[in-house]
């Protein structure tokens, strides 16, 4: 008699039922992660950090129902159409601009995110390089490594603006911009913000906060900070006739997405003194970013660390590891932005 198929073993059985949900995670992250999630997922880690190109990506995420990345992969319909068992992709950040959260949606994968966790993490340094660009601290320290420091202390040496009583603008007054509000009140800064959508008169006055027009914002205020997420209505929310608007004495802060600020737009002023100074953590096209920052002294620079401190990042990879396991072990996701 001709067997086509075979009989199952007990020791087929038992790897069977032993067989683990595979997933991917791309990116390193931290030994907890790994102990958290390894009881119930076969884990393909990308430990040794290397961005994956976007084939790499695909091949390895090909077999597996979850993948747990950072904004530095694209996660598009391409992606999607490869790897046909994904359930959920959980993003290691609360931006998710890297996912087309829509076209998994339609087919129904779960895209998760985490907020909240990053927000003081984040306040702080979007404060740290308002400061620093503020009072020059990149700019004199980089002078000072070079030797240039000759005459002592000098009265009119790198001058710059005061923090402390000075206006300050949020374009943007969600979850991190109301935690940068918090941080001015300590500065005694008049704060004026911009969103869509007003907030109540409570969160108002416990911000010490006005509404007014996002042209009025950029008019009014020493310091603008843009904090929205990046999408195609945010695409250059900030360029020339933006920046044309500000004080030449004001500076620009932008601590929330590459393409949200104009980046030729921005060198042009800063070059040309349209406005006094600016502090960037986020660029377009990063990590290659138009290398003509480098040689402007009154820019502030960071390389996308808003939430870089030990605990915060822990804090996220933990979010997106309990989002991830949720989704497949048939629960919620905390943090579901796509449902
Ligand atoms: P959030 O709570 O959703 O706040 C975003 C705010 O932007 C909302 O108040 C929203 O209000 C406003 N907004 C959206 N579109 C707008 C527009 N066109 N004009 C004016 N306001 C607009 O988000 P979050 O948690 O604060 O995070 C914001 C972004 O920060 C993230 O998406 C991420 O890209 C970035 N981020 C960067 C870092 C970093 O490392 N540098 C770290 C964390 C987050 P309305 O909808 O009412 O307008
Ligand atoms: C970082 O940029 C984030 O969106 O969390």
């Not at 042009?268 to 290398?291: H, M, S, Y």
Request: with cysteine; proline share 3%.
């Amino acid at each position: 008699m001709k067997r086509i198929w075979a009989v199952p073993t007990n020791t087929d059985l038992e790897s069977l039922i032993k067989m683990k949900t595979r997933i991917l995670i791309s990116r390193q992250v931290f030994r907890e992660v790994i102990d958290f999630l390894s009881p119930d997922f076969e884990i393909d880690y990308n430990e040794g950090d290397d961005i994956l190109s976007p084939d790499q990506l695909r091949d390895r995420a090909q077999a597996c129902a979850g993948v747990m990345c950072t904004i530095a992969d694209k996660i598009d319909a391409a992606f999607f159409d490869v790897c046909t068992h994904l359930k959920v992709v959980s993003n290691i950040a609360v931006g998710y601009n890297n996912i087309d959260a829509a076209e998994a949606k339609r087919r129904g994968i779960k895209i998760t995110n985490t907020p909240g966790v990053l927000d003081n993490a984040t306040a702080d340094l979007t404060f740290a390089l308002l400061m620093a660009a503020a009072r020059r601290v990149t700019e004199s320290e980089a002078w000072l490594r070079r030797g240039d420091w000759k005459k002592g202390f000098a009265l009119q040496q790198m001058l710059g603006a005061d923090i402390h009583r000075a206006t300050l603008g949020i374009i943007g007054m969600g979850r991190i911009g109301q935690t940068i509000a918090k941080r001015a009140l300590g500065f005694d800064m008049t704060v004026r913000y911009y969103n869509r959508t007003r907030l109540d008169a409570a969160t108002e006055a416990a911000l010490n906060a006005s509404y007014a027009t996002q042209e009025a914002v950029l008019r009014e205020s020493d310091f603008v900070v843009v904090m929205v997420p990046y999408s195609p209505a945010t695409h250059h929310l900030i360029g020339t006739q933006e920046i044309a608007l500000m004080k030449p004495t004001a500076i620009l802060i932008n601590t929330a997405r590459g393409g949200v600020v104009d980046d030729a737009a921005l060198i042009d002023a800063l070059r040309t003194n349209k406005i006094a100074g600016a502090g960037l953590d986020v660029f377009e096209n990063e990590p290659q970013l138009n290398r003509e920052f480098l040689t402007l002294n009154n820019v502030a620079l960071t390389p996308h660390i808003g939430s870089a401190t030990r605990s915060t990042r822990m804090a996220m990879a933990m979010l997106a590891a309990t989002n991830l396991q949720a989704a497949l072990t048939g629960k919620e996701p905390p943090n579901w932005v796509n449902r």
